[in-house]
């Protein structure tokens, strides 16, 4: 076990997940530092950056680094707004194509990269990151959202997306998971049986087509992890998936989810769509994709879902899922994670 491991304030939670469910767990020397880093990161209050959209007018950016003592507001004026957001999905268009045509995408995000850089300087934003930490940023939506990758600006960059509680926090109190894959797509059945190997021992689990999802909504809405392997779509700055040639974005089927992973297409673009009816239906977490994905992003040779549920943390899945980015910083720039607040900021 690496010296730091065994340090007294080192995160317990942490080094359970790793070396307890794996002894034998190898990891490399670049990924240890990380892990090093984020155990002191999680011990400080997170960085917030709340932003609210008063139509026509005006986005307002309001920035919370407890760490720094820095509060700070600004203000996008909305033509310099519409240009930002178009100049954002342009870039996302190119990114998809070239996903999709298997090109490299180094380039695409370059771009991506450039725009945000460009957002923060011209809201005169302190930086709230540093690629010699770990730094935890909550993004909050007080109104609508809009396709804001902050995530690509750094690997230890984390970032939770989170929007307004309608419900209260009413913890939902299901069986184990239900995963639902399309069997047109190329690789789903995969590695919906090879995440099950993983989880078989600790859960109860269920598995069937997305034909077959109308037989099975008894099931799901008593789920209390829903992963879906299929395609998904944007329609109207919307998410949505897409369940036997049926285009869905509401969640309605999945009333007792804690947690919904989404591994589609464009699921994640948006907080609005099937995120957020996640969210309202009780989810406390959902995990969905902005972009398009390979083929590879649903078979067992994917990482990035390996490592998820290999250290799965039933009472804090944000915690696995940031420490799988950690891990895998090339496979888990697609994904997202939303999650939702009690306080408007």
């Given at each position: 076990m690496?010296?730091?491991l ?8 942490i080094?359970?997940?790793f070396?307890?469910?794996?002894p034998?767990?190898?990891?490399e020397?670049?990924?240890?530092s ?6 002191a990161?999680?011990?400080?209050p997170?960085t917030?950056?709340?932003i609210?959209?008063k139509?026509g ?9 407890q ?6 507001e ?13 100049h954002?999905?342009?870039?996302k268009k190119?990114?998809?194509f070239?996903?999709?045509n ?20 011209k809201?005169k ?9 770990v730094?935890?940023?909550q ?8 396709f ?5 600006l750094?690997d230890s ?30 690789g789903?059945?995969?590695e919906?049986?090879?995440l099950?190997e993983?989880?078989?021992?600790r859960f ?19 789920s209390r992890?829903f992963h879906?392997a299929?395609h998904?779509?944007?329609e109207?700055k919307?998410?949505?998936i897409?369940?036997?040639?049926e285009t869905?974005e509401?969640a309605?089927?999945?009333?007792n989810?804690?947690l919904?992973?989404l591994n589609?297409?464009?699921s994640g673009?948006y907080?609005?769509g ?5 969210l309202?239906?009780?989810?406390q977490?959902?995990i969905?994709?902005?972009y ?16 998820f549920?290999?250290?799965?943390c ?6 696995s ?15 997202r994670?939303?999650?939702k ?5």
């Amino acid at each position: 076990m690496p010296e730091f491991l065994q340090k007294a304030d080192f995160d317990p939670k942490i080094k359970n997940l790793f070396f307890s469910s794996n002894p034998s767990t190898n990891l490399e020397g670049s990924f240890l530092s990380k892990l090093d880093l984020f155990s002191a990161c999680r011990k400080k209050p997170k960085t917030i950056l709340s932003i609210k959209i008063k139509e026509g007018i005006y986005v307002r950016f309001f920035y919370s680094d407890q760490n720094k003592d820095f509060f700070g507001e600004r203000y996008l004026d909305w033509p310099d707004f519409e240009k930002l957001e178009n100049h954002l999905l342009c870039a996302k268009k190119e990114m998809d194509f070239s996903v999709k045509n298997q090109r490299p995408i180094k380039q695409n995000l370059l771009a991506q990269r450039d725009i945000l850089n460009r957002l923060l300087h011209k809201l005169k934003m302190p930086e709230f990151f540093s690629d010699d930490e770990v730094t935890q940023l909550q993004v909050v939506w007080e109104g609508r959202s809009f396709f804001l990758p902050l995530e690509i600006l750094s690997d230890s960059l984390l970032i939770e997306y989170l929007i307004p509680d309608k419900k209260g926090a009413v913890l939902p109190s299901g069986r184990g998971f239900t995963f639902v894959y399309s069997p047109q797509l190329k690789g789903a059945l995969t590695e919906i049986c090879h995440l099950k190997e993983l989880l078989k021992e600790r859960f109860e689990l269920e598995c069937f087509s997305d034909e077959l999802w109308k037989d099975y909504q008894a099931n799901m809405s008593s789920s209390r992890y829903f992963h879906f392997a299929g395609h998904g779509r944007i329609e109207e700055k919307k998410g949505k998936i897409i369940l036997n040639e049926e285009t869905l974005e509401e969640a309605s089927f999945c009333r007792n989810t804690e947690l919904a992973v989404l591994n589609s297409c464009f699921s994640g673009a948006y907080a609005e769509g099937i995120v957020s009816s996640f969210l309202n239906e009780n989810a406390q977490w959902v995990i969905a994709s902005p972009y398009e994905l390979k083929d590879e992003f649903y078979a067992a040779a994917n990482s990035f879902w390996r490592d998820f549920y290999h250290f799965f943390c039933p009472e804090n899945p944000a915690l696995s899922f940031h420490l799988a980015r950690l891990k895998n910083p090339e496979e888990g720039i697609f994904y997202r994670i939303f999650g939702k607040y009690r306080n408007f900021i």
